[in-house]
């Protein structure tokens, strides 16, 4: 069955410090990827989307499926950056197509 | 400026009473859906609508039903709540039927004592 995982429930780095959110995934198809971001008191977005191989706000994630990974990556971490971060996975499931979510990181930058 | 509405922030219950959670979104979007986010298993799908009168079951559809009686409104319906549905819930709407450009609301903290 499809599930994706993130390792750490929260994470804290200095300001100005690389950031590194782990997002390991399984599914026997092919994987879509997708960041979501919640900043406090905010509504939950999308961040990135590994098919358009953007970058927004100052992060990238590759999809490595060698290691099965889609981890999200910022190489100077802000303030503003401070929120609780899902990665998703896109899977195939009888005619729909179905996100499911990881359990979430809580990203915390400090001054 | 695109809105999903839900109309409690909060809400308090006793267990067994029949809750009712609703959403309104002004985008004419065809797609619905209701999620629950608790600590530490994220974010989990509960039900989801293509259409008017229209439901799907997503991942965790038990103790819930939803009714989609007009494009603009996805409600969520707790037949008798438990203590274990206190959540908070996320319902949202999107263009595309895969939901993952969808549009969130601000999400209702449902407390059931």
């Known amino acids: 069955a499809q599930r994706v995982t993130q390792p750490e429930k929260l994470l804290s780095v200095f300001k100005g410090a690389p950031v590194e959110l782990k997002c390991n995934y399984s599914y026997s198809g092919s994987p879509e990827l997708f960041w979501y971001v919640q900043y406090s008191r905010q509504r939950l977005q999308l961040l990135l989307r590994?098919?358009s191989r953007e970058s927004i706000k100052g992060f990238t994630a590759d999809l490595n499926k060698g290691e099965t990974s889609f981890h999200l990556k910022k190489p100077f971490a802000q303030e503003e950056d401070s929120a609780m971060y899902y990665c998703a996975l896109l899977f195939l499931t009888g005619s729909a197509r179905q996100l499911t979510f990881g359990s979430g990181t809580q990203l915390t930058v400090l001054p | 400026d695109v809105k999903v509405t839900q109309s409690s922030r909060y809400l308090v219950k006793r267990t067994g009473e029949k809750v009712f959670l609703e959403c309104v979104q002004d985008m004419d979007h065809e797609n619905m859906f209701w999620y629950r986010q608790d600590p530490g298993l994220g974010l989990r799908l509960i039900y989801f609508s293509y259409d008017v009168k229209m439901k799907e079951k997503g991942d965790i559809p038990e103790g819930y039903s939803v009714s989609r009686e007009k494009k603009e409104r996805f409600s969520l319906i707790l037949e008798s709540a438990s203590t274990n549905q206190t959540s908070m819930y996320l319902c949202?709407?999107?263009?595309?039927?895969?939901?993952?450009?969808?549009?969130f609301g601000q999400g209702t903290r449902l407390t059931v004592v």
């Open positions: 949202a709407s999107s263009r595309d039927r895969d939901g993952t450009e969808a549009f």
């Open positions: 590994h098919i």
